[in-house]
């Protein structure tokens, strides 16, 4: 069963970046599949992007494209969601999620990290 601690988040002014990082422990993080997801207040947790076992596949939605990028390093047992050009509409708690058999990139994942707050405010 592995475990997951997201990091990273913070307060950033428009236009500027972050990365966000989720670090796995209890399990081979090389056999799980990854996503990341986030929840503004007052709104469903969405999906925003995700990535296959080995990294040689990714998705995300439209309102991130060009703009966040998702990535992992299995040596180090770490997924990363590199944000750009951040949008107030980006605010919100960011998760990341992982499943050994992850037939639907959007879900569902078997774990979850705690989530770590991003805003995005002048």
């Known amino acids: 069963q592995v475990q997951l601690v997201e990091s990273g988040g913070g307060l950033v002014q428009p236009g500027g970046s972050l990365r966000l990082s989720c670090a796995a422990s209890?399990?081979?993080?090389?056999?799980?599949?990854m996503g990341w997801f986030r929840q503004a207040p007052g709104k469903e947790r969405e999906f925003v992007a995700a990535?296959?076992?080995?990294?040689?596949?990714?998705y995300d939605v439209e309102a991130v494209k060009g703009r966040f990028t998702i990535s992992r390093d299995n040596a180090k047992n770490t997924g990363y969601l590199q944000m750009n050009s951040l949008k107030p509409e980006d605010t919100a708690i960011y998760y990341c999620?992982?499943?050994?058999?992850?037939?639907?990139?959007?879900?569902?994942?078997?774990?979850w990290g705690q989530g770590t707050q991003v805003t995005v405010s002048s």
């Open positions: 999620a992982a499943s050994i058999r992850v037939r639907d990139p959007r879900g569902p994942y078997a774990y």
């Open positions: 990535i296959s076992q080995s990294g040689d596949t990714t």
């Open positions: 209890g399990g081979t993080f090389s056999y799980y599949g």
